[in-house]
Each structure stands twice: as structure tokens, then as C-alpha cells.
């Protein structure tokens, strides 16, 4: 599913977050990542919209995660345990939301993502804050926030939340290298990697050991069809 074996045997991923389906087993959480990526190039609107609910399926999935282990919910499904915790959330005047999950999820480990606000300043401007915790709570919510705020685009809007290539590609690659960490995992980010629909980009190293030498700004994509790869 998130990997494409080409004719001469070499296997490429589909973007930048196949780690995410090879550690967690979830198909669901890595295909709405995967959906992100597949409008990045397109629409900056759309994509922040399905960013955010990418962030909402890791969320979702790692809170069932720690419930199961908990004595009220030993006898409940998966699906059960992820029925109440959406009750909660939608419950009036609950304090649980999306944002705060993943903010308790990360208690004790701020200082793990330490590259992540320096990479990406979003420790700037933070006085005295040796945990690191206000940093990364401002992370986690700039991150989810910018998929509601970048579609009210006005006057007004503040310049972080504007829908373009930069602040996209900054939210994209910063939560990338959170769940990188997140889940104890080495792997790069890369932007020319990311797909345009179900064309997905060939890496460099692979063309050049196909005999072929792209133009700068050139890439040789494959799509599957029907069982077969196609090129472009």
C-alpha cells in the first residue's frame, strides 16, 4: 500500500510517510497522510483540510491506544473504546479536543522534540521555558489550527496561517518530523517526493540508475494501473 515496486525491481515509497503505516500497522492514519500529500501541489486550501484530519486520525488512534490498557476498558473494542472518546469530545463544555490528546500523549517527552521548535522557531519569542512544554503546545495547535484558519483568507488573517506553498510545506514537514520522533523513527523528509494525485515522484538516485538524466526541476513519475506501472 505505501510502497510501489517499479519493473526493475526497485521499490520507492508513495511520499513521505510510509514509516507511518510500517510502525503503526494503520492503514487508515497513513492513507489520510498520504491523501495530505497527494493535494499538496494542487490545492493549499484542500490540503490543510486534510492535514488537520490526519491529525485527528494520529491523534484518535494512539488515544485508543493508551485507553485499552486502562482497567474501564478492558472488555471494549477498538471501536468502542474510539466511540466514546469522540462522545467526549463532542460532549458540550468538554475540555478534551484533539489538540490536547496529543499534548498529553507527549507529557514528559517535550525535550525529544526540541529540533522540531528550534528547525521550525517555534520556540521563538518563548521566555523560560526550560521543558520546552509551551513550545510545544504552540506546535501542536499551529499545526492543527492552520487547517481551519488558512480558509478564511482575508485582510486580517495572520501571515503564518496563510494558504501557500511556504506555510504549507513548514506544517507538512514539521508534523513529518514529529511522528518521526513520536514513534522513534529515522527518516528524512523530502519534497521532491511528494505526489501529485496518484503520480508518485521516482527518487533521483533511481533515475540515474535507469540511464536517465532529468532537467533541474524535472521528475519522472509512476502511477499504477491496473496492476501495471505506468510512467510520465
Not at 504549507?168 to 501529485?196: E, M, R
Amino acid at each position: 500500500m505505501a510502497y510501489i515496486e517499479l519493473e526493475q525491481g526497485e521499490i520507492i515509497c508513495k511520499g513521505n510517510f510510509s514509516f507511518v503505516l510500517d510502525f503503526t500497522k494503520n492503514e487508515g492514519l497513513y492513507l489520510k497522510l498520504f491523501e495530505a500529500e497527494q493535494i499538496f501541489k494542487i490545492n493549499y486550501i484542500d490540503f490543510s483540510h486534510k492535514m488537520r484530519m490526519a491529525y485527528e486520525a494520529f491523534a484518535l488512534f494512539e488515544e485508543v491506544k493508551k485507553r485499552r490498557h486502562m482497567p474501564q476498558y478492558y472488555m471494549k473494542s477498538e471501536s468502542e473504546i474510539e466511540t466514546a472518546i469522540l462522545s467526549e469530545i463532542k460532549t458540550p463544555a468538554s475540555i478534551l479536543n484533539y489538540k490536547n490528546i496529543i499534548i498529553r500523549l507527549c507529557k514528559d517527552r517535550e525535550r525529544e522534540f526540541v529540533s522540531i521548535f528550534t528547525k521550525y522557531k517555534f520556540n521563538k519569542n518563548v521566555i523560560d521555558d526550560i521543558d520546552n512544554r509551551r513550545a510545544l503546545k504552540i506546535f501542536l495547535r499551529y499545526v492543527y489550527d492552520f487547517g481551519s484558519n488558512s480558509s478564511h483568507v482575508n485582510n486580517n488573517i495572520d501571515p503564518q496561517y496563510v494558504p501557500n506553498r511556504e506555510n504549507c510545506l513548514n506544517v507538512i514537514a514539521s508534523f513529518h518530523d514529529f511522528l518521526t520522533i513520536y514513534y522513534g523513527v529515522v527518516h528524512k523528509f523530502d519534497s521532491n517526493l511528494i505526489p501529485i494525485r496518484e503520480y508518485i515522484p521516482v527518487p533521483k538516485s533511481i533515475c540515474e540508475g535507469m540511464g536517465l538524466k532529468l532537467n533541474v526541476g524535472k521528475h519522472l513519475y509512476v502511477r499504477e494501473n491496473k496492476g501495471k506501472i505506468m510512467y510520465s
